[in-house]
């Protein structure tokens, strides 16, 4: 099985003293050794790299240097396997807000849903705190089984 792996599990990956470092760390040793394929999305990519080079004293940011987000990127990079941006993913993402009446911070979320549903329906999002996964596989649903969203977030 393909797993696609949020960011907030990157982040807590690579961060010794987060109280969910151990369990991460043990999910992601299982989930390799039994031949599970972990991916994560260039968009999560990016949210990494942002959290670690803001300021310790701004909201949540780790403070890192530029060289240490490098090193700890290229760690991701052997870990996960990076999916693709193609060209699909756009009309993918624009499908998915403008049918289920997205807004709000939850359009970077259906960017994610977009690359899942563009690189294969197999994958999952694994351990996610920022996305509500009922919401995200609703989304995933074929169309003529997918409930029509209403809720605005923000």
Same mark, same amino acid.
């Given at each position: 099985?393909?797993? /696609?792996?949020? &960011?907030?599990?990157?982040? #807590? $990956?690579?961060? !010794?003293?987060?109280?969910?470092?151990?369990?991460?760390?043990?999910?992601?040793?299982?989930?390799?050794?039994?031949?599970?394929?972990?991916?994560?999305?260039?968009?999560?990519?990016?949210?990494?790299?942002?959290?670690?080079?803001?300021?310790?004293?701004?909201?949540?940011?780790?403070?890192?240097? /530029?060289?240490? &987000?490098?090193?700890?990127? #290229? $760690?991701?990079? !052997?870990?996960?396997?990076?999916?693709?941006?193609?060209?699909?993913?756009?009309?993918?993402?624009?499908?998915?807000?403008?049918?289920?009446?997205?807004?709000?911070?939850?359009?970077?979320?259906?960017?994610?849903?977009?690359?899942?549903?563009?690189?294969?329906?197999?994958?999952?999002?694994?351990?996610?705190?920022?996305?509500?996964?009922?919401?995200?596989?609703?989304? !995933?649903?074929?169309?003529?089984?997918?409930?029509?969203?209403?809720?605005?977030?923000?």
């Amino acid at each position: 099985m393909r797993y /696609l792996v949020d &960011t907030n599990v990157l982040l #807590r $990956l690579l961060q !010794r003293n987060d109280p969910n470092y151990s369990t991460i760390r043990q999910a992601v040793r299982i989930l390799t050794a039994r031949g599970d394929e972990l991916c994560c999305a260039p968009q999560n990519v990016v949210e990494f790299w942002n959290v670690c080079t803001r300021p310790s004293t701004s909201r949540g940011g780790f403070g890192l240097t /530029l060289a240490e &987000t490098d090193r700890r990127v #290229r $760690l991701i990079e !052997r870990i996960f396997t990076i999916l693709e941006e193609t060209p699909a993913v756009y009309p993918e993402w624009r499908r998915l807000v403008v049918d289920n009446s997205v807004s709000g911070v939850q359009v970077h979320d259906a960017r994610i849903v977009s690359m899942m549903n563009i690189h294969g329906r197999q994958q999952r999002i694994f351990n996610s705190k920022s996305m509500n996964s009922v919401w995200m596989n609703t989304l !995933r649903e074929p169309a003529h089984h997918r409930p029509r969203l209403n809720k605005k977030h923000d």
